[in-house]
Structure formats: structure tokens, C-alpha cells
């Protein structure tokens, strides 16, 4: 089964900002979300929250919803953690 990934307009608008910064980092996230659409819970995401998922990809994290009722799954917000 494929899920369908929807990235929330938030989520566009932080990753715009980060691509000028870090176009490597951000292609590895977009890479790792794109797996989502295969594997929803991969080993490097962890339940968060009620009904998130927090994906951690090097300095980055997606939190996300898997809603296996339409198969898709919607990114709600991305950011940096702190070095």
C-alpha cells in the first residue's frame, strides 16, 4: 500500500526558508518523507504527541499524522534542532 504525502502549507513555507541556508540537509528530509509514502513508521520516527509522529533526519524533524482510514500522510511542521 502507498500513502499519499500532503505537506501543510506551514511546513512549504519553513522549508523554503531553510533551502537557502542548507539545500543538503533539506533534500535528505525531503528524501526521508518521500519514504514515508512506503514505510510510515520507519526505525528514525517515534510516536509524539496524541496522534503525531516526529521523523529525525540529521538536524532536522518533520512532525506528521498517518491516517491509515484515506492512505496519506499529511507533514504538518518541519524544523532545525539546536547545535
Known sequence: ????IIWEPEATSTAVRFLKE??????????????????????NSVPFGGVYRRLRVGSYRALYIIDDHVIRILVTQIGRMST
Do not use: F, I
Open 22 to 43: 542548507d539545500p543538503q540537509g533539506l533534500a535528505a528530509l525531503y528524501d526521508a518523507v518521500d519514504a514515508l509514502a512506503e514505510e510510515p513508521r520507519p526505525a
Open 1 to 4: 500500500m502507498t500513502y499519499s
